[in-house]
């Protein structure tokens, strides 16, 4: 029971305490006048108080110490997978750029070699032309 009345005259004791702190916006104010104002409730409050006071700001600071730390190592590993994830990228992108240069050099040599195959083609089919025209011309010739 004794730690029972020691929370509640703490609690109320801590409650005399806040009552005399400002209710302002805390981002509105400068660190150095929360500060100043944390030092002046030494005027009604008990170092027991006070010591509560500063060890909820040094907790508060180690846990902000503690929370920026985590989010430097998040930060990093993430840094860590975009340029590892880059890389292999960068050479899927590079083995990709291969590939297309390969496949179009293997279709314009193709396109040469149908090019080719079809120059042959026109020029049988122009001298089998004349020679069936020729022949033609001998048929009609030997009729008359």
Do not use: C
């Amino acid at each position: 029971m004794g730690d029972q009345g020691a929370f509640i005259q703490h609690q109320q004791s801590w409650t005399t305490v806040t009552r005399h702190m400002p209710n302002d916006n805390l981002r509105a104010k400068s660190l150095e006048d929360v500060v100043n104002e944390v030092q002046a409730l030494s005027a009604v409050a008990s170092q027991p108080q006070m010591r509560s006071v500063a060890a909820v700001l040094g907790r508060s600071t180690l846990a902000l110490t503690d929370g920026m730390q985590s989010l430097q190592d998040i930060t990093f590993t993430a840094k860590k997978q975009i340029v590892e994830r880059l890389d292999e990228l960068s050479v899927q992108i590079k083995a990709l750029q291969q590939a297309l240069t390969t496949a179009s050099n293997e279709a314009s040599a193709q396109t040469r070699s149908i090019l080719k195959w079809n120059k042959a083609l026109v020029l049988v089919t122009g001298i089998y032309t004349l020679i069936s025209l020729a022949l033609l011309l001998a048929t009609v010739l030997r009729s008359r």
